[in-house]
């Protein structure tokens, strides 16, 4: 069993209010957490207007699995997300 953890730090610049950071960032949890190897949460940042912090926890039998689905993520947030990635840590659980 291999597990992974990515954390990322996202800046949201020029966000005003919670419920405009909440529709920036609007289906991460729904996206990235179907997978039935993946978890996913809020994990820092819930009352700050221009900064959030998402972690994700995956699992697989192989690393290779892992680390691809990980690197997906990461891509795909890069792209559809409305704001920047200005932290991404991985760290090997398992």
Same mark, same amino acid.
């Given at each position: 069993? %291999? #597990? @992974?953890?990515?954390?990322? %730090? ?17 289906? $991460? !949890? *729904? !996206? ?5 190897? +993946? ?7 819930? *009352?700050?207007?221009? !900064? #959030?912090? @998402? =972690?994700? $926890?995956? =699992? ?5 699995? +892992?680390?691809?689905?990980?690197? *997906? $993520? +990461?891509? %795909?947030?890069?792209?559809?997300? *409305?704001?920047?990635?200005?932290? +991404?840590? !991985?760290?090997?659980?398992?």
């Amino acid at each position: 069993m %291999n #597990a @992974w953890l990515l954390s990322i %730090n996202f800046h949201l610049g020029g966000c005003r209010s919670l419920k405009e950071k909440r529709q920036r960032l609007r289906g $991460i !949890r *729904d !996206r990235y957490g179907r997978p039935a190897n +993946v978890a996913v949460c809020e994990s820092d940042f819930q *009352d700050s207007h221009q !900064r #959030a912090q @998402w =972690t994700f $926890i995956a =699992t697989a039998s192989s690393a290779n699995i +892992v680390e691809q689905a990980l690197t *997906d $993520i +990461v891509r %795909n947030l890069e792209l559809s997300v *409305d704001a920047e990635l200005i932290d +991404v840590h !991985r760290e090997r659980l398992i």
